[in-house]
C-alpha cells in the first residue's frame, strides 16, 4: 500500500527529532511506502498545499490518503512572520486570517474586537473551503481518504455547523471520523477521544500534544482497522 499522511505536529513524523516527547501514530504505521508531509504548526491552506505538491509536482499517487485537520485560525501562516508577510503579499486576504495563536499578545483586543469577529467567520469559511477542495480533489482522483480532526475545532453553536455537517457526509470514496465522546457528537477529534479513553494518560504535562500513549490507541483502534478494512 501507497499511503499519503498529511497534517500538523500532531502527525508529523519524529523518527528523526532527537527531543521528541511522543511518538506520533504516523510513525506506527507499517505499510509499503508511506510519504508523510505533516508539518508543524500547518493550517488547511498548508495541508492542502502540501497534498497538491505531493501528488502533482511530484507525482506520488497514494492508494490511500489520511488527513489530520488541524487549528481553523491557522490558515495558510507557520508562524507570526509568515503569517504578517502573507497577508502583505497575498492577493487573497480572505484566506490568511487573524490567527490568535501568534498575534495575540502584540495585540490590544478590545481595539480591534469588531474586526476579529469578522475575520473569525471568515477563518471558518476559509477551513471550510480548503478542506472541501481537498475532498473534491480526492473524489475527482479516485484516492481513497480518510481525513479526522486532531482536536476539536466546531462547537455545537458555530455558525458554519451545518456546512460542516453536511461535508462529513458528502464523501463517496472516503470516510470522516469523528468521534462519539460521552455519546455525544460534537466535530471533536484524536485528542479528546484519546483523553475518553485513557484519561489523563493521554496527556502530557506542560504540552498541548496528545501522549504517546494517546497515539497508540489511536492507531491501534481506528487506523490499523482501517488498514484492514481498506481493499486495495
Not at 79 to 105: A, G, H, V, W
Amino acid at each position: 500500500m501507497k499511503l499519503l499522511t498529511a497534517g500538523c505536529s500532531f502527525s508529523q513524523s519524529q523518527r528523526d527529532n532527537e527531543h521528541r516527547h511522543w511518538n506520533p501514530w504516523s510513525d506506527m504505521v507499517d505499510v509499503h511506502e508511506n510519504v508523510n508531509v505533516a508539518q508543524s504548526s500547518y493550517g488547511q491552506g498548508m495541508i492542502a498545499q502540501s497534498i497538491v505538491n505531493a501528488c502533482e509536482v511530484h507525482n506520488y499517487k497514494p492508494d490511500l490518503a489520511i488527513v489530520q485537520w488541524s487549528a481553523i485560525q491557522r490558515g495558510y501562516s507557520l508562524n507570526q512572520k509568515d503569517f504578517l508577510e502573507r497577508i502583505m503579499i497575498n492577493s487573497e486576504p480572505e484566506f490568511f486570517n487573524f490567527n490568535e495563536e501568534y498575534t495575540s499578545n502584540q495585540l490590544d483586543l478590545h481595539k480591534v474586537s469588531n474586526v476579529l469577529t469578522r475575520l473569525d467567520k471568515s477563518a471558518y469559511l476559509a477551513s471550510l473551503t480548503h478542506i472541501s477542495l481537498v475532498q473534491n480533489y480526492f473524489e475527482s482522483k479516485g484516492i481513497k481518504y480518510f481525513m479526522f480532526w486532531g482536536w476539536g475545532q466546531i462547537s455545537e453553536h458555530n455558525h458554519y455547523k451545518y456546512q460542516f455537517d453536511k461535508l462529513y457526509k458528502s464523501s463517496k470514496i472516503g470516510e470522516w471520523w469523528i468521534p462519539n465522546v460521552h455519546d455525544s457528537k460534537h466535530h471533536l477529534g484524536m485528542k479528546e477521544w484519546a483523553t475518553s479513553k485513557i484519561g489523563s494518560n493521554a496527556k502530557i504535562d506542560g504540552d498541548f500534544h496528545p501522549s504517546t500513549e494517546a497515539h497508540e490507541i489511536f492507531y491501534k483502534e481506528i487506523i490499523e482497522p482501517l488498514f484492514k478494512k481498506t481493499i486495495i
